[in-house]
Each structure stands twice: as C-alpha cells, then as structure tokens.
C-alpha cells in the first residue's frame, strides 16, 4: 500500500506565500506523475498542477506565473511553492500520484488534503 502524507497548509495573508509538500511512503513502488487539486466549498475539485516523471509540468491558468511545482525522487516528494496567493486561492489542497506498482499496473492515490485560507 502507498500513502500521501500532505503538509504546509495554513492562513496566510493575500500577496503572502506558502509551501505545500506531499510525501509518498510504502514499499516497492515508483511515482510516474504527481501533483496537487484543489476544491473550494461548493466548488468541484480542480487541477492545480502537476509534474510527471520526467519533469514536465502542468499549470491551470489561474496560478501559472505564482505557483510553481518541484519533486524530488530520492525523497519521493513533491512540493507546490505559492506565491502570491489570492483570496480565490482558498480551498482544500489534495495531492494526487499515479503510482505503478510491483505488478506494473498504474494506481491512483490521493492525500488527505490540507487547507489553506487566504485572507483579504
């Protein structure tokens, strides 16, 4: 089994910053793409970003240019640096892997979420 351990959610000021990490833990498995949803109350859950195993990113419109994603692979984590967080910026955060395991096949596994407020 793997698990998504989620951290660095908070309240933060609009214009302020936070890092949000998630790290993958279990036996035997590799990640092939990683990244972060979100969901806002009354909202459906969205894509944030995201990074494969090669390093190649994906950004919603509404936060490329402030947010940016990184992983490292030794540690199998990957972290979501915000910067200029906005008021609509407030929601859940979930970190999604795709995830192979032992018998090849593609899992996918979510965190636990971790919020995050921004106030104005």
């Known amino acids: 089994q793997v698990q998504l351990v989620e951290s660095g959610g908070g309240l933060v000021q609009a214009g302020g910053s936070l890092r949000l990490s998630c790290a993958a833990s279990g036996s035997s498995f590799s990640i092939n793409s990683i990244g972060w949803h979100r969901q806002a109350p009354g909202e459906q859950r969205e894509l944030v970003a995201s990074?494969?195993?090669?390093?190649?990113?994906n950004y919603a419109d509404s936060v490329k240019g402030r947010f940016t994603i990184s992983r490292d692979n030794d540690k199998n984590t990957v972290y979501l640096q915000m910067n200029s967080l906005k008021p609509e910026d407030s929601a859940v955060y979930y970190c999604?892997?795709?995830?192979?395991?032992?018998?090849?096949?593609?899992?996918?596994?979510w965190g636990q979420g971790t919020q995050v407020t921004v106030s104005s």
């Open positions: 990074i494969g195993s090669g390093g190649s990113t």
């Open positions: 999604k892997a795709i995830i192979r395991r032992v018998d090849a096949r593609l899992y996918q596994y």
